[in-house]
């Protein structure tokens, strides 16, 4: 196992903005930067020798900042926070005060407004040969969230392929939290759109959205619908009048404990993801809305070239007192895990 600091460039702020490289024995690789603290790639070999990177990104870490992509943004690899997902009317109250937070999706807020955790400098805490600790300190009144929140998070690789997120935060005030990450997966190095893989989702149930993809606290059972993935499916088999999936769905038996919760397999590369997390929900969206981009290698990105599967609490679980409880408070931990793992076909 090891760990590469790669010095990259100095952002205007003054601070410097590195590439973290972790490597396990069989090759496999996962990078991250700490601007936004963006995973940029998760690859491994393959066949022959040749290195599948399943997460869409770009070549140089510039390219994150580069203002052709911060106008069609679409939080490609990022964190996100300090509540991801939608906010109702940008808005919520705990212990009988009301906060309004930032709106940056018409009405509502989204990952966390107009500057998240996306964009911001994350500051190194801890490196050793097998993981990353990236610390990030949000200020009372941030995107007008109340308290002081620090925030950590912990990237991991090992020897079983298995690459990991960890988040932990702290907070000096009562406020509303809800982490999770923004990569988009394509199981063919990135190449193509993803119809055609499969995937599977632990959950018999999506949370209901209003016309704005705002949850509004209740459920639909995913029998007979075009939302069932409990057993694999093609992704593209049921598009539905309005093609693709961005759709919230909660997870079975949620017990806190790391858990399988969804997978994803191309019988093109032969690879499989499998998805275990903390969090009681997943947001399985198939990018329709990404905007043709120029990605790794000179790949054309576009509507569906990846899918997401974002692990987190229920979204606008802070308005929905029956949702999962997405406020913290002073002397509490927040904390969440997902893994990322990769199986490669056996070989013959």
């Known amino acids: 196992m090891s760990v590469e600091k790669k010095y990259c460039f100095r952002h205007s702020s003054g601070e410097d903005i590195y590439l ?14 700490n601007f936004g603290a963006i995973i940029t790639s998760f690859s491994l070999l393959q066949k022959e020798g040749k290195r599948n990177d399943i997460v869409l990104g770009f070549d140089k870490v510039e390219d994150y900042l580069a203002p052709e992509y911060l106008k069609q943004y679409s939080y490609l690899g990022a964190a996100c926070g300090r509540y991801v997902n939608r906010i109702g009317y940008g808005k919520f109250s705990v212990d009988g005060k009301e906060y309004q937070l930032s709106r940056n999706m018409g009405l509502h807020q989204l990952h966390g407004g107009h500057e998240g955790f996306d964009k911001k400098l994350w500051k190194l805490n801890n490196i050793n040969d097998s993981s990353v600790e990236l610390k990030y300190l949000s200020k009372d009144g941030e995107e007008g969230f109340p308290g002081n929140l620090e925030t950590l998070i912990r990237f991991e690789l090992n020897e079983e392929d298995e690459f990991s997120y960890e988040y932990t935060a702290l907070t000096d005030k009562t406020t509303a939290i809800n982490l999770s990450h923004h990569s988009y997966f394509n199981l063919n190095n990135g190449q193509g759109t993803i ?99 120029k990605g790794k290698n000179g790949t054309d990105y576009g509507p569906f070239s990846g899918f997401c599967l974002e692990t987190h609490k229920h979204p606008n679980a802070v308005n929905i007192p029956h949702f999962p409880d997405t406020v913290l408070r002073p002397g509490a931990t927040y904390f969440s895990k997902t893994v990322y793992k990769l199986v490669q076909p056996a070989k013959k």
């Open 20 to 33: 973290f490289i972790l490597s396990n024995e069989k090759g496999t690789k996962a990078a991250i930067t």
């Open 195 to 293: 119809e055609n893989h499969e995937v599977k989702i632990y959950s018999s149930r999506i949370l209901a959205q209003d016309a704005q993809l705002v949850c509004n606290g209740k459920t639909i059972p995913v029998e007979n619908t075009r939302w069932d993935f409990r057993q694999f499916r093609r992704i593209g088999e049921q598009w539905g009048t309005e093609k693709g999936y961005d759709q919230c769905f909660e997870i079975e038996n949620n017990t806190n404990d790391l858990r399988l919760v969804a997978e994803a397999m191309s019988h093109e590369s032969g690879l499989k993801l499998l998805i275990f997390s903390t969090e009681p929900a997943v947001q399985f969206y198939t990018a329709q809305g990404l905007a043709k981009m």
